[in-house]
Structure formats: C-alpha cells, structure tokens
C-alpha cells in the first residue's frame, strides 16, 4: 500500500475518495476529523436525509425505526432516552461535531430536546468508543455531523408539514461556497398541540403540547492550500408540557436551551495532519410544578473544551495517532442542592494503525483521563479488520470504557454520593460482513461486562440515592440485512434487522428492566422516475419494567406500521403524504405513556 492510498484512507476528515493520485483534493470538511477513521474498523449506520424526512416527528422517532438503537418515549414528544446493546441512556454518548454534548447533569441525553434537523449527517456506532470519544460510549454513540463543501455555488431547500394533533414542522436551510470559502445556515420550527388519544385506555394526552425551535450556522474558509479554519454553532429552544392523566391534575412544563459552538484550526501536510478545536457548549433548563408558578427547579451547565487530534505516517504500514483534550465543566443548579460545583477534566489518548496489507489492518489505542476528585482506570481497545474476499469480511473490537458520575450523581440533594466509584465496561464484538450478489448481510455478536454500575436506589430515609451496586453482563446479536437494485427506471432498496440483547443484572440473574430481549426492524423502498413509495415497521418483544421480571407489569409484544409516497418534479418539487401506525396499534415504550395510534401528515419540499 502506498503512501497516498493511506493518506486518503486516513485524511479522511475531509471527505477524499480519490485513490492513487498524485494529490488528495479537498471535497468536504466534516467536522468530527474521526468518523471516517472509525469507520475502517467498525461499522457504522449512516441514516440519509430521505429517511430524515419520512420520520420527522423527532430524533427519537427517527432512530427508533432506522437504527438499532432502543427508545423509551414517556409519551410522543416526552422525555426520551437511547440504549444500545442493553445498557442504558448514561452508557451511550451523544457526540456534536465531534464534541461529547451529554448533560453535565444527567450524564445521557434526553433524545426529545436534541434537535432533529439541520445535521448533514447521523451516524450510529455500536459499541464502546470510550477511547476516542470520551466518559459514557460504553454502549454506543450517536454522532450528529455538520459538513461545509467547497466549489458547490449557492443551494437552498426548504421543507414543510402539517400532520395529525396540530403538528407543525418547517425546515429551510441555505449554503454557498467558491473554491475557498464555504458557509451554511439552517432553521427549524416545530410546534405541535400533541392531544392525541388512545382509546384502548381511553387516555388523551392532555397538557402533551411542545415545541422547539433550532438555528444552526458554520463557515469554513482556506487561508492556504494547506490550513482551514471553520467555525460551527447551534442554537436550540424548546418547550415540553408533560402529560397529566386527568383534566384536573396540576400542569406541569420543563423549557430548555442549548448553546453549541466551536472554531478549528486544521493543517493538513503530506506527512501529517493536524486538528484543534476549542468549542463551547451550555444547557440551561427550568421545571416548572405549575404552568402559571415560577419555576420550581433548573439549572445551567457550562462546558469550556480545548482538544488537539494529530495524525503522523511513520511510513506507508504504520500511523499514529495522538488526541489530547482538556474541559472544565461548570454545574449551578436551582433547589437541587448544586450551588455552584466545578470539575477539571483532561485526557490523552494516542492510536496506532498498522496497514499490513491492502486488505488487513489493525489498531490498538489507550486512553488516560485525569478527572478532578475520580479515580479513573486506563481505557484502551483492539480493532481489527479482514476483507478475506469479494463476499467476506471479518472485524474484532475489544475494549475497556468507563462512564464517570454526573453531578446529579455526586451533588444532588438529597441523594447525591460523593464516593461514586466511574463505571467499567470491558467488552469485545466480532463483526462478519457477506456480500453477495445485490444483498449485504452484517451480524455482529457481542459480549460486555459491567462493574460498578452508578444505580439510583430508595433508602431507609425516605428519598432515592445513588450507589455503586450492581454487576451486570450483557450478550447478544445485532444482525442488519441490506439490498439495492436497480432495473432501467425501476430502483428497490430494502432492509432488514434483527437484535438479541440479554442483559442480566449478575446478583439476580434476572433480565434489566426495559430491555426488551428481541428487537427487529424493516423497510423497502421502491422508486420509479419521480415516483416514490416506503414502507417501515418494526417489532419489539416482551419488555420487563421491574427487576423482578413480573409478567403483569411487563410491556407487550407490538409491531409499527409506516407507511408513504411521495412525488418529485423537476428535481426541484416534493409533495409527499404518509400513514404513521396503519395498524392503529396500541403500544407504549414506557409504562403508563401509551404512543399515538394512526395518525398522518402531509408535507411539501423544495429543493434550489
């Protein structure tokens, strides 16, 4: 393998699919400069702006029917949280850009209050990815990517919906760039009344009504052929009343706002490349107990991040990689007992790549962080990657992670525990690639364990706390089956995915709760000229919402029905209609907060 084959595999921070030329050219900036490196040794589920569109209630939605990530919803539009693999919303990492956003509070991310539009890219690792990015990708990580082109004049579009309960979504984005500078800007508004009912309990969502409004905006622009500096921000509002079960219980609402901004400085030379970022993210977030009473708790949360990410070829075999990131995360909270807390947290990882042939490769990496008053363990992973033949490939990951305590863990009033101990996660998965013909099949299994998992439990005193107790073990399959062809006018794209987790708390031997133990998905997609029809569903098993595995709490099995077509003219002109839940199932994700049932909405696109 020659030198310039693997500068573009591993310059790859810049988009560059051109092999065995004399000079890689520069297409694309995405921000997360490591994506692309991950993805020569994991596999990683890239969601289109097509399936954007057709689950565009929220990120939750979106992820629930296009990925294998697991979704508990307390109702459409609620508080939401992801899992992988069996493990919980504080074990998989939202990543921005390349920057870990979960909260400073919580440790996770609540799905419904990150938004849904104006990312160029979204991708799904499974996984750990705790060396590359950061505390809590023990499960896996969602990454949410901006990307700036060059030399591509002015484009705009802009899309619109109306559906069922008095939804509302608008969507306009713009771009232009010449051949040294680049700038986007998109906006969103998403508003919706929510007051669905389902009559199988004869429930109404009432008080369920939400909106939120996004802006993003970056610039990027080449001082020389060699050095770039892009800057990149989102801005995020919005509004969530939470659901009450009777028309005279007291309404309550919870308001956020996010700020999310950074600047890099790339230098990229023949031999090697250079990133650094210096971002700057904040939460703020209010309760309120009454919809017409101040706010009855909230808080606000302020990240300040320097990180560096080096890239060197030894020779045309041999790459190293060097990362070094420094944060301080600053926590006020309002009536939860965090006045005003503060934590230094630096780390340094460094990865090395071995090209040994064409067609096998390896890389080992570790990871030290240094969190101000937590002891934290050295992090590091093994990937390997075989393309044995034209129909066969084969990838081992093994890797130890970790999660340290949120603030809430540590400072929250009452319950808060000092003395939390991070979480450990060492795991290892094997992923067997087949292609055949127009079919693709991955089935990956893999094996985790956990120890000091940070768990909130009652006490004698009469409130929850949080301790270091449980050990648990998760196993299982996730297996994901593609197909594409085309035939003159005539294109079908269908898939199709099958999950076993088994999640075991070790002290038990019980399934956790709210891990369902079978999953599937599946879709097909047939388009003819400016014809376009789809269909997606999915399945979930048997879900358990105690400890104890008690069938009567337990969350039926249920199957989803989406469906869709839509009508392109000109390139330019999309009008669509869609059917969500054609079944008119009941279902729900979360105890008592049942899902809508068929519902439907029409939306219109431009494209200039």
Known sequence: MGIKRSLVLLFSSYGCLLLAQEKSIDTIYVFDNQMNRVKLFHPVNTISAEEVDRNSTNLSELLRFQSQVYIKENGRGAVSSPAFRGTSAQQTAFVWNGININSNFLGQGDINNIPLFGYDQIGIKAGGGSVVYGSGAIGGSIHLNNILDFNKGFHGSVFSEVASFNTFNNFVKGSYSN???????????????????????????????????????????????????????????????????????????????????????????????????????????????????????????????????????LNSKWNINLIGEFQVNKGEGYKSGISDVSRNVGSVSGLLRYFATKNLRFEGGFKKDFVENVTSPVMYSFSGKWNTSHWYNLGLNFSKNFRYPSFNDIYYEPGGNKDLRPEISTQVDMNNEFKIGSF?????????????????????????????????????????????????????????????????????????????????????????????????????????????????????????????????????????????????????????????????????????
């Not at 389902?198 to 610039?219: E, H, K, M, P, Q």
């Open 179 to 313: 051949e040294r500078f680049s700038f986007k800007a998109s906006g969103n508004y998403s508003v919706s009344q929510n007051d669905y009912e389902v009559s199988d309990l004869d429930y109404i969502n009432r008080n369920g009504n939400y909106y939120n409004t996004t802006f993003n905006v970056g610039a990027s622009y080449k001082i020389t052929d060699d050095h770039k500096i892009s800057w990149q921000s989102q801005f995020f509002d919005s509004s969530q009343h939470y659901p009450v079960f009777e028309e005279t219980a007291t309404k309550t609402k919870y308001k956020t706002q996010s700020i999310r901004s950074l600047i890099a400085w790339d230098w990229n030379a023949i031999k090697f490349s250079n990133a650094f970022k210096a971002a700057y993210t904040e939460e703020n977030f209010q309760y309120f107990g009454a919809l017409d009473l101040p706010k009855s708790s909230g808080g606000t949360g302020k990240n300040y991040i320097l990180k560096n990410d080096f890239n060197y070829f």
């Open 440 to 608: 693709k099949l991955n089935v990956t299994p893999y094996y985790m364990n956990i120890t000091d998992l940070i768990v909130w439990l009652p006490t004698a005193n009469g409130y929850w706390q949080a301790f270091n107790v449980n050990k648990a073990e998760s196993y299982g399959l996730e297996s994901h089956l593609s197909f594409y062809q085309q035939f003159g006018k005539h294109r079908i794209k269908a898939n199709a995915g099958y999950y076993y987790a088994r999640s075991i708390d070790k002290e038990t031997q019980k399934q956790r709760p709210y891990i369902p133990m079978h999953r599937g998905m599946a879709g097909i997609d047939y388009e003819y000229g400016f014809f376009r029809f789809f269909a997606q569903g999915l399945i979930n098993g048997l879900t358990y919402t105690t400890s104890d595995e008690e069938r009567k709490t337990a969350i039926d099995p249920y199957f989803i029905l989406n469906a869709g077509m839509s009508a392109t003219i000109s390139k330019k002109y999309t009008l669509g209609f869609k059917v969500n839940n054609v079944t008119d199932t009941y279902y729900k994700t979360v105890s008592f907060y049942p899902l809508p049932k068929r519902n439907y909405s029409v939306y219109a696109a431009i494209n200039f």
